[in-house]
């Protein structure tokens, strides 16, 4: 019994201490950083994936069959329009050009009998010295010589461009790739590709745009537009090509199922540096000479795909004789206090460590910059204890 009175007794005084704990603080100010909404012009590149493309670009394709006998060309080199790339074993087609050849005088020589032969019933024919059976049949012999020597003609045509097709050149000038076929290989009208040659100055650059962006850029493509470095790429390694582009072509269709469409712009690639296929990103140069509002993207919070800021105000806060029964120490003088505002913002193009806000919020309200982390909608802020500012972008 006695120690039920004893536990009893120490349980109340546990209750009483915790009792007598000092409760925290209603609300505790947040530290924060602020800054004043300012809008100014800003320099900036809209930026889009894109990939360098050959503007002429095919596979070599025999016409010939053979087996290949040559190769003149050092692999993944430039090489010149006309420049001879493979031959094909050309004993055969010159053997059927030598016949060809040898028919076609055969025929000129018959040709030439047959005229002869003509040309005597003929005068025979005048004075009725001749059959005209004979005279006929010396007309109708020479009309097929005739025949004869065209056929012949066209033979010897197709022999020279068999015999011409055993030689592969180059159809223009450009960048030529790893041979698909060797020495002694076989190949087949058609079907055997030997290689791929392409063109490399200039150089195209293909990128997708949303339809939404057409006009502006059909302005650009119109008028002409000359802005310095309007547009450049980055390359691959995040280097700057040191070349300038413009605007070549803007497709003729937009594509229904995303909404998009694509352009080409053109470099000059006199060293080579573009080759086909390479992943770049364009850069266009901002023509926007309107003053906008700029922030750090650390004070842009991002919920669910929407973004938002928190902005500093001026309130009175009237303490109630029950908030101030419960919280003696509470804030009775009347001054203004600082609280956050949520608001929702539209973000534009990424500036390096800032980002342009489009809407939401107007010139001089008052952004807070540091210690958004900890913050909610109506939560008290005071900048009396200076934050360390943040790295990174937006939360």
Do not use: W
């Amino acid at each position: 019994m006695n120690r039920v009175i004893l536990n009893t007794i120490f349980i109340s005084c546990l209750i009483v201490t915790a009792c007598k704990k000092k409760q925290p603080p209603v609300n505790p100010e947040v530290p924060v950083n602020l800054m004043t909404l300012k809008a100014k012009r800003v320099l900036y590149f809209d930026k889009y994936p894109s990939t360098t493309q050959a503007l002429s670009q095919v596979n070599l394709l025999p016409q010939v069959t053979g087996s290949i006998t040559g190769i003149f060309f050092k692999e993944g080199t430039h090489v010149e329009k006309g420049q001879k790339l493979y031959e094909i074993d050309q004993r055969l087609y010159q053997a059927a050009y030598d016949q060809a050849v040898a028919n076609l005088r055969v025929s000129q020589g018959t040709l030439v009998q047959s005229q002869q032969d003509a040309d005597r019933y003929e005068y025979l024919n005048k004075y009725n010295a001749v059959a005209k059976q004979l005279y006929d049949h010396a007309v109708i012999t020479l009309e097929n010589a005739k025949a004869t020597v065209k056929a012949s003609e066209q033979q010897v045509k197709t022999a020279k461009t068999n015999l011409a097709y055993s030689v592969v050149y180059a159809p223009f000038t450009g960048t030529i790739g790893f041979s698909q076929v060797k020495l002694g290989d076989v190949v087949t009208p058609g079907t055997t590709i030997l290689n791929t040659i392409s063109t490399d100055s200039p150089m195209a650059v293909d990128f997708i745009i949303n339809e939404k962006n057409l006009p502006f850029f059909e302005k650009l493509q119109i008028n002409k537009v000359n802005v310095d470095s309007l547009f450049t790429i980055l390359l691959p390694d995040n280097s700057l090509y040191p070349y300038n582009g413009k605007i070549s072509v803007i497709d003729r269709a937009v594509d229904s199922q995303t909404g998009s469409i694509r352009v080409r712009l053109v470099f000059d690639n006199p060293k080579g540096i573009l080759r086909v296929g390479m992943s770049c990103v364009v850069r266009v140069h901002n023509q926007e000479t309107t003053p906008v509002l700029v922030l750090p993207s650390k004070a842009v919070v991002e919920q669910m795909g929407e973004y938002f800021v928190f902005t500093a105000k001026d309130s009175v806060v009237t303490v109630s004789k029950d908030s101030l029964a419960k919280n003696p120490k509470a804030d009775v003088s009347g001054k203004p206090r600082l609280f956050a505002h949520q608001k929702k913002v539209q973000v534009g193009q990424t500036i390096g460590p800032n980002v342009i806000v489009k809407s939401g919020v107007n010139e001089g309200e008052k952004i807070i910059t540091d210690g958004v982390q900890t913050l909610h909608d109506g939560a008290p802020v005071t900048t009396a204890n200076k934050v360390a500012p943040t790295q990174g972008g937006k939360h």
